[in-house]
């Protein structure tokens, strides 16, 4: 069974930065995708960032030149450093992998940013 836990959320004002970390245990394949996505209040989940097991990056637009994500695939984490924060990106943030043509979801973590 493959798990994902997630850190790193919080409170923080307009302008400042969080970096959220996620950690996949279990029977994952080498190749494989991590990523982020996130759900504010009466809004769909959508995609935030995502990274292959090969280095390949996609961002949303709003993340773009904003947020970074990398991965260390020894360890099978995947972390997500958001710069420039806007009281916008408050929603719970949910990391994801893709394993083995399976798509699994961390608990999700709560960033709030405030105005």
């Known amino acids: 069974q493959v798990q994902l836990v997630e850190s790193g959320g919080g409170l923080v004002q307009a302008g400042g930065s969080l970096r959220l970390s996620c950690a996949a245990s279990?029977?994952?394949?080498?190749?494989?995708?991590m990523g982020w996505y996130r759900q504010a209040p009466g809004n769909q989940r959508e995609l935030v960032a995502v990274i292959t097991s090969g280095g390949i990056t996609s961002y949303a637009d709003s993340a773009k030149g904003r947020f970074t994500i990398s991965r260390d695939n020894a360890k099978n984490t995947v972390n997500l450093q958001m710069n420039s924060l806007k009281p916008e990106d408050t929603a719970v943030y949910y990391c994801m992998l893709i394993n083995r043509a399976t798509q699994y979801w961390g608990q999700g973590t709560q960033v709030t940013v405030s105005s």
């Open positions: 279990g029977s994952i394949f080498s190749i494989n995708a």
